[in-house]
């Protein structure tokens, strides 16, 4: 007998993570973790956050022990909290507690460090020992200013480690200790000492010579570039706070028949609560008395608002701008659209790109590697006969201009950004790995029901027979269909209340199965159904009405013949109606190098009508629910890269199938599940810009890699060669950071269309 050891069950949970200060930092949190059994983690240097996924027979008390152990902070995941209910002002609070202490360094070392680079760098500022000023005014910039560094360079050498503190504490106390030495038992005390500042390495007695401009300096760029950096960061995300603050704070329950104001986090499914004018709707739900307009832009990026009656879903956080509602809440907490967009959103920025592990690979060796070069750096100055002073100057130049920081910011900024500008337009961006599908995509299925077409019958024509008034048509025919229940009676009805207004109530109302419906409106025997309704009544159809008949028919359309007191009067044309916006979305996937598939299930009469109309050459139609999985592996086994956009549980599984899944947020739940991108909107040119906004997303990451690996392979000669001060150094490894950052920061000027 043998017995089968069973698989342990997992848990996943993202840990905070304080004291990171580079991507190494990251590396080093990431791999301790990831050497525990059963555990699988992914740090993100940029968000601060760890995602691990572990086997239950582990504790998040061991993994946060873990954490410490390597010598940072880790804080379980706080208690949930719906995101319809912040915490007011809790966002711009934490930015000021962050970003305070940090300025304040940086204000101080900026003020002292402004006179010591200037009396450095200009010979005629030097007067009788302004290098014992410098030293004064030097030391705190180094001790205080540099404390952060000092600090967390300690704490790794004590784990066994090596970060970018390393770097700069190294190279700044180096540059610090070895002017105090200078000045103390040397001859750069003496008065009337002077040096010029350069910007290359010189080959100048060690004895004379203080670095205290260097020491000073780079502490202070080292600084303003952490500082600026924060800031950027906390901009990055700024996207996916202000997400989290659309819902409202506060809602009107209805309960015993009285109206209490309550917190929203109080809010159960079932229950009812008002929404007056200019107040936010409080959770998904449905609307049971009243009618309004619900203005939706801040969720969807959709700047028109949507009228809604009783019987039609809402969605937490749309704005009612119009008159007064009862809403039935279907969802709250984080089952609602608002948190599940959030979540997304989340999930994405905490992700990593396939060319961000790549250089998180590298900054995890990258910086033992900078010591040793150092090292050879100084062993080789000395080796070809230059001075300790310049092979000094060489080294810690090499120290301070290699540090990873870029690196480690490159993919996870650009990400924070465009994942945040995709939420503010409708966009969700399941993970890095998305945008590398939609760079690849070559053909882009478009399912046609709900899709391209709105997904429900619409009266699209009224074809009338010599002399008969259409509205007389119209309000007879939809007075009548109004009684009815059936699709096509209610498309008529309301295509003839929204064009004549009132509809008079039939006096007699009898449904004929299969074939249509009569009764008496306004005195009058109305027939409204197919033509073999009027033909088994004797009512025969007039030539010119005959052909229209044939023509809708043979454009896919569903047609219904109107006749009263024994004559036929008219044609309605009905079919699913094609939006609006789909010819222009088709248009734009061409122009991103997309050629459009239509596929459906209804009939390719049908189907090559639509796709006529929206410029589709490409149609697969009559398939079967479960056969559009096929048409996708069809399309992919002749080499192309499918792009599938659907919204209906049928859509699923090709959605899935598919390179690259985008469900349109309008749909089902399973659709949104499958996709890789949930457009929020059901606009089908939301689709063209979220693939336009992945692509830029993903250009920038690579753009900002290019630039952090191209610096330091140009910088690291320069600084071994001589070339670069170690102030000159810190001041271009500062701007490195900052500059990867704005580039990223640039991808929140991304427009729709």
């Not at 480690?161 to 001859?187: E, H, K, P, Q, R």
């Not at 899709?451 to 007879?476: F, P, Q």
Request: proline share 5%; hydrophobic share 50%.
């Amino acid at each position: 007998m043998t017995t089968t050891t069973p698989t342990p069950r997992t848990a996943e949970v993202e840990l905070a993570i304080g004291g990171m200060t580079c991507a190494a930092c990251a590396a080093r949190v990431e791999k301790k973790l990831n050497r525990m059994g059963g555990v699988q983690a992914s740090v993100n240097y940029a968000t601060e956050k760890a995602r691990v996924s572990y086997t239950e027979d582990l504790a998040v008390a061991d993994l946060i022990a873990t954490v410490e152990a390597t010598g940072y902070t880790a804080a379980p995941p706080p208690p949930p909290r719906s995101p319809s209910a912040p915490e007011p002002g809790a966002p711009a609070e934490a930015e000021r507690d962050e970003l305070r202490p940090l300025r304040l360094r940086l204000l101080t070392a900026v003020v002292l460090a402004v006179p010591v680079v200037a009396m450095a760098m200009v010979p005629a500022l030097q007067f009788t020992s302004w290098q014992w000023l410098s030293l004064t005014l030097a030391a705190p910039v180094v001790v205080y200013g540099g404390w952060p560094f000092h600090r967390a360079a300690w704490t790794n050498l004590r784990h066994g480690a090596a970060t970018m503190d390393t770097l700069v504490s190294v190279g700044t106390g180096a540059a610090f200790l070895w002017s105090v030495w200078a000045l103390f038992l040397g001859t750069a005390g003496m008065p009337g000492m002077t040096h010029p500042f350069e910007f290359t390495v010189s080959r100048t007695d060690g004895a004379g010579t203080i670095y205290l401009e260097a020491a000073a300096g780079v502490t202070a760029f080292l600084l303003a570039g952490r500082y600026f950096e924060a800031r950027a960061k906390r901009r990055a995300g700024a996207a996916l706070r202000a997400l989290m603050e659309l819902g409202a704070q506060e809602v009107t329950v209805l309960r015993d028949g009285r109206e209490q104001r309550v917190p929203v986090g109080e809010l159960a499914v079932g229950d009812r609560f008002t929404v007056r004018p200019g107040e936010k709707v409080a959770t998904d739900g449905t609307v049971v008395e009243g009618s309004s307009a619900v203005d939706a832009s801040l969720l969807t990026g959709e700047s028109v608002p949507v009228e809604v009656a009783a019987g039609d879903p809402v969605t937490g956080a749309t704005l009612n701008a119009g008159g007064r509602l009862v809403v039935e809440a279907t969802r709250v907490g984080s089952e609602t659209q608002l948190a599940r967009m959030a979540k997304l959103v989340e999930d994405a920025q905490n992700g990593k790109a396939a060319a961000q592990r790549l250089a998180d690979r590298i900054s995890a060796v990258f910086v033992p590697a900078v010591i040793l070069l150092a090292l050879a750096t100084l062993g080789v100055w000395l080796a070809v006969g230059g001075s300790v002073t310049a092979a000094f100057t060489a080294g810690v130049a090499v120290l301070i201009i290699a540090c990873p920081c870029a690196l480690g910011l490159a993919t996870p900024t650009a990400l924070m950004v465009g994942t945040g500008r995709g939420a503010q337009l409708g966009i969700l961006i399941k993970g890095p790995e998305v945008l590398e599908n939609t760079r690849r995509a070559d053909t882009v299925v478009l399912d046609k029901t709900g899709t391209v077409t709105t997904g429900r019958m619409t009266l699209l024509a009224v074809r009338t027979a010599g002399g008969e008034d259409e509205e007389e048509v119209l309000r007879l025919a939809g007075g009548l269909e109004h009684a009815s229940e059936h699709p096509v009676a209610r498309a008529v009805a309301a295509g003839a209340a929204a064009r004549v207004g009132d509809l008079p109530s039939p006096a007699e109302f009898a449904n004929i199965p299969g074939l249509g419906v009569r009764g008496v409106v306004d005195g009058r025997d109305v027939l409204v159904g197919r033509a073999r309704l009027l033909r088994d009544r004797s009512v025969a159809l007039p030539a010119e009405l005959a052909a229209a008949r044939d023509e809708a028919e043979g454009a896919g359309r569903t047609v219904v013949a109107v006749a009263w007191d024994g004559r036929a009067r008219a044609l309605l044309e009905v079919a699913d109606a094609v939006r609006d916006t789909s010819t222009e979305a088709v248009r734009r996937l061409r122009d991103l190098g997309l050629t459009p598939v239509l596929l459906t299930g209804d009939n390719a009469a049908v189907a090559e009508a639509v796709a006529a109309e929206v410029g589709i050459d490409e149609v697969v139609a009559e398939v079967l629910p479960e056969d559009k999985v096929d048409v996708v592996k069809r399309l992919q086994a002749e080499g192309r890269s499918v792009a599938m956009v659907g919204d209906g549980v049928n859509d699923a599984a090709a959605l899935a199938q598919a390179d690259l899944g985008l469900a349109m947020g309008t749909g089902t739940d399973a659709a949104m599940e499958a996709g890789d991108l949930t457009l929020v909107r059901g606009d089908l040119r939301v689709a063209a810009d979220a693939i336009r906004l992945s692509r830029r997303t993903l250009a920038t990451i690579k753009g900002n890699l290019f630039w952090a690996f191209a610096y330091n392979v140009a910088a690291l000669p320069l600084a071994a060669a001589g070339m670069l001060s170690p102030m000159i150094a810190g001041a271009a490894m500062a701007f490195s950071s900052v500059f990867v950052v704005a580039n990223s920061l640039r991808l929140r000027r991304f427009r729709a269309g």
